[in-house]
């Protein structure tokens, strides 16, 4: 119970009228209506109400109570008290009832009536607010519901970011709440407590056993950035038709990542998620014909459905090019080696490079809008009958990401090689 209650109660079941028994006294007017009534107190069985004296000669005060504002039927009750503060228990959890009070004088005269005022009770205590869940989010918002309490109409959404003491609260009508003002990519804890606010605003909050058990909420993830293209796969069967990706995100709240990837004419290819910072895209659409292009987004869970963050810039890539194959230019070693090989849609341009070890070292021979080059020379030297050699094609492209330009080329990590005096092999 609230301290409020350990001060004298009103009693309906004894109308004091002794107070007003003062022989031979005539007040000239009855007393003028009390004013400035208003609810003080609260608990969930009782109200504590209080009101400014009318001045003149005042010996007491009738108070009238009801749970309804025709003061009528079985729950009108009224009684005499001598001082502006009356206290009424013996009421029911999260309601509302109605009070108006009357001055009276020396003589037994009735004042006029005051306003009725509506007061409130808090709501109960022997239970919580239940069904709280995060229902949507946005950048810097979260929407909230649970289920109605009994004799609520107002309820006060506590939050504070996780892993801090912080709280902040919303009181919202109804059973829903948007909480706004938030930061983005962040986790929340909050909870509800009911309440019950009367038409002149007065409030009959809860009490702490009867909020409900914290929950988690969270902002929209933050937009991923750095997304690249690492490595194509080394065949054309759909099976090793596969890409490696990987990005930077650098959030506390994503549950995953949802990519999306679009062929050389814009036409989406596939979706899929993940739930790692590297990540292998496999699907048999992923042709070595064409420069594709991929986006991302992470993502977060809410009420079963995933609320997306911002999509990533757009990652534009390419498998190793196709048909890649070599054969002389010539009947001798100087007159080089024709490199050729399928044309990727919406390359701009092929290099070609060389190297005598298939690990690295590779030199650019030229780039070519042609899908064939004919190799010479390896690092400013002539090519020498008997010796291996190794050869890479890379696709290029320029395409434009947001209001820049930018380049992309395809994967190099499959390389070809030729020896003059055998055979020439594509691996």
């Known amino acids: 119970m609230k301290s409020f209650l350990k001060v004298a109660k009103v009693s309906f079941m004894v109308m004091v009228c002794a107070l007003f028994l003062g022989i031979g006294i005539k007040a000239e007017a009855a007393p003028a209506a009390v004013t400035n009534l208003r609810q003080t107190a609260d608990d969930v069985d009782a109200v504590k109400v209080e009101w400014a004296a009318p001045q003149g000669d005042v010996a007491g ?11 009528t039927g079985n729950g009108y009750k009224s009684g005499m008290l001598e001082g502006n503060v009356g206290i009424v228990t013996g009421l029911k959890a999260g309601s509302s009832y109605f009070v108006r009070v009357t001055a009276i004088d020396s003589t037994g005269a009735e004042g006029a009536i005051s306003q009725t005022l509506e007061a409130v009770t808090a709501p109960a205590d022997t239970m919580k607010v239940t069904g709280v869940k995060q229902t949507n989010a946005s950048k810097n918002a979260v929407s909230m519901s649970w289920n109605a309490f009994s004799g609520a109409n107002m309820y006060v959404v506590q939050y504070r970011v996780y892993g801090t003491t912080t709280l902040k609260d919303v009181e919202v009508r109804g059973n829903m709440a948007t909480i706004a003002g938030l930061s983005e990519d962040t986790p929340y804890v909050a909870s509800v407590l009911p309440a ?12 702490k056993s009867s909020l409900s058990s914290s929950v988690m909420a969270y902002t929209l993830p933050k937009k991923i950035t750095n997304l690249k293209f690492s490595q194509g796969g080394i065949g054309n069967k759909s099976s090793a038709a596969w890409a490696k990706f990987e990005y930077q995100y650098y959030g506390k709240v994503a549950s995953g990542l949802e990519y999306t990837i679009y062929g050389n004419n814009g036409k989406k290819l596939y979706t899929n998620t993940t739930q790692s910072k590297k990540f292998t895209a496999k699907n048999k659409k992923l042709t070595n014909t064409q420069f594709m292009k991929i986006k991302a987004r992470t993502y977060i869970v809410v009420n079963g459905q995933k609320k997306y963050g911002p999509y990533s810039d757009d990652c534009w890539f390419a ?90 080329k395809s994967d190099e990590s499959v390389y070809g090689s030729f020896r003059f005096t055998t055979r020439y092999v594509y691996r």
């Not at 090019?321 to 090989?341: E, Q, R, T």
């Open 61 to 71: 005060y009738k108070i009238e109570f009801c749970d309804n504002t025709a003061f």
């Open 196 to 207: 019950r606010v009367s038409g002149k605003g007065y409030t009959a909050y809860g009490f």
């Open 319 to 408: 498998r190793f090019p196709s048909g890649v194959k070599a054969k002389k230019a010539g009947k001798v070693a100087a007159d080089g080696v024709k490199v050729s090989w399928k044309k990727v849609k919406g390359a701009k341009n092929y290099t070609v490079s060389i190297s005598t070890s298939p690990n690295g070292g590779y030199k650019k021979v030229t780039t070519t809008s042609k899908t064939s080059a004919t190799i010479k020379k390896c690092r400013g030297a002539k090519l020498v009958s008997g010796r291996s050699y190794y050869y890479r094609v890379v696709a290029n492209t320029k395409k434009k990401v947001g209001k820049k330009t930018k380049s992309f």
